[in-house]
């Protein structure tokens, strides 16, 4: 199930998978708008696995807990 989301094969922590962050919660809202994102804004030179890593807490925790 989560090889469907990672595909193509992209190595992501399982340490970032496991909670909502803040980061991930603002991606979750955003529902993946890179463009809103306060990462790419920051003009980072990599590429944002966010949207992939979202899936993943979605799927494991359900939806975040939003304040």
Request: net charge neutral; charged share 20%.
């Amino acid at each position: 199930m989560l090889n469907s989301v990672m595909q193509p094969a992209t190595e992501i922590s399982d340490s970032i998978t496991k909670n909502w962050t803040e980061q991930a919660i603002e991606c979750y809202t955003l529902n993946g708008n890179c463009a809103e994102c306060s990462i790419k804004k920051a003009h980072y030179s990599f590429d944002c696995q966010m949207p992939k890593i979202v899936e993943i807490l979605k799927m494991v925790n359900g939806a975040p807990k939003i304040k």
